[in-house]
């Protein structure tokens, strides 16, 4: 629910959002930017790819949730899991 909750929250006007770069980098409860950014891309937010540098994203979120948790990413995490089914950038 946490991306839910910042979809919802920028679509009611909140101009920024508090999130780690993958789930398993940002404390319980907090929103995953990769899959944020990807979320408002796919509703046609033409500012994030204007806006961020999104070419790396899939691989750095990769490299911070290996690093937070010393193990590989799950392969079906969502946008950056090796067997994803959504597209990310």
Same mark, same amino acid.
């Given at each position: 629910?946490?991306?839910?909750?910042?979809?919802?929250?920028?679509?009611?006007?909140?101009?920024?959002?508090?999130?780690?770069?993958?789930?398993?980098?940002?404390?319980?409860?907090?929103?995953?930017?990769?899959?944020?950014?990807?979320?408002?891309?796919?509703?046609?937010? !033409?500012?994030?790819?204007?806006? =961020?540098?999104?070419?790396?994203?899939?691989?750095?979120?990769? !490299? /911070?949730?290996?690093?937070?948790?010393? !193990?590989? /990413?799950?392969? !079906?995490?969502?946008? =950056?899991?090796?067997?994803? /089914?959504?597209?990310?950038?």
């Amino acid at each position: 629910l946490a991306n839910a909750t910042v979809l919802d929250a920028l679509a009611g006007g909140a101009d920024g959002m508090w999130c780690g770069l993958s789930e398993e980098g940002a404390p319980m409860g907090h929103a995953c930017s990769a899959v944020a950014l990807t979320n408002l891309a796919r509703l046609g937010n !033409k500012h994030v790819m204007a806006e =961020y540098n999104t070419e790396n994203l899939v691989s750095a979120a990769r !490299k /911070v949730a290996v690093a937070t948790t010393g !193990k590989p /990413v799950p392969s !079906k995490q969502v946008v =950056y899991g090796s067997s994803a /089914v959504d597209v990310c950038f």
